[in-house]
T-cell receptor, first 113, second 112 residues
């Protein structure tokens, strides 16, 4: 079956602009995670959804970052007033609730100029 | 200090060698330990996970966890050029919060 998909694969934006990153999880996976991976680093947790609700958003760095999952499937990560420090690969993962097996998408590479 | 420490490498070994990759951690609440493989410009791929202390084997891969030392290892036997990738350790606590805490990753190069 299809894995986790993320769009766009690459996004270049200017400082101060608004961006939306989309994640399509594996069908039937109720848990969805967003991570951010900077160059040479491991992924860092941002937010975790169980169904439609954010069960843990402790990793969001500030209030410029927001994520939604209105129907419990597709999720969108929204970044307002982008800064150059937001440049990174944004990874989405999904899993069956309670499972240790998180399946990652290929990521969206965000570059803020 | 990071919760999970991992030597970034790079680590270069000849084909057929045994590879040892390691992580240390500071949070004694971590109970689940994972190893992911990440090829360039791809998402991480789960190789295996273990719960608490002990060993787990899957083909050429063996994962070890020593909770008393807060030290985990991944061994790769008969390494192949296709094993060349970045290997990330990750771990989490029990409970409903399922977020993973990752190491920085070790870049492995297996040469012919």
């Amino acid at each position: 079956g299809a894995g986790v998909s993320q769009t766009p694969s690459n996004k270049v934006t200017e400082k101060g602009k608004y961006v939306e990153l989309r994640c399509d999880p594996i069908s039937g996976h109720t848990a969805l995670y967003w991570y951010r991976q900077s160059l040479g680093q491991g992924p860092e947790f941002l937010i975790y959804f169980q169904g439609t609700g954010a069960a843990d958003d402790s990793g969001l760095p500030n209030d410029r970052f927001f994520a939604v999952r209105p129907e419990g499937s597709v999720s969108t990560l929204k970044i307002q007033r982008t800064e150059r420090g937001d440049s990174a690969v944004y990874l989405c993962a999904s899993s069956i609730s309670g499972s240790n097996e998180q399946y990652f998408g290929p990521g969206t590479r965000l570059t803020v100029t | 200090q990071k919760e999970v420490e991992q030597d970034p490498g790079p680590l270069s070994v000849p084909e057929g060698a045994i590879v040892s990759l390691n992580c240390t951690y500071s949070n004694s609440a971590f109970q689940y330990f994972m190893w992911y493989r990440q090829y360039s410009r791809k998402g991480p791929e789960l190789l295996m996970y273990t719960y608490s202390s002990g060993n787990k084997e899957d083909g050429r891969f063996t994962a070890q966890v020593d909770k008393s030392s807060k030290y985990i290892s991944l061994f790769i036997r008969d390494s192949q050029p296709s094993d060349s990738a970045t290997y990330l350790c990750a771990m989490r606590t029990t409970g409903t919060a399922s977020k993973l805490t990752f190491g920085t990753g070790t870049r492995l190069q297996v040469t012919l």
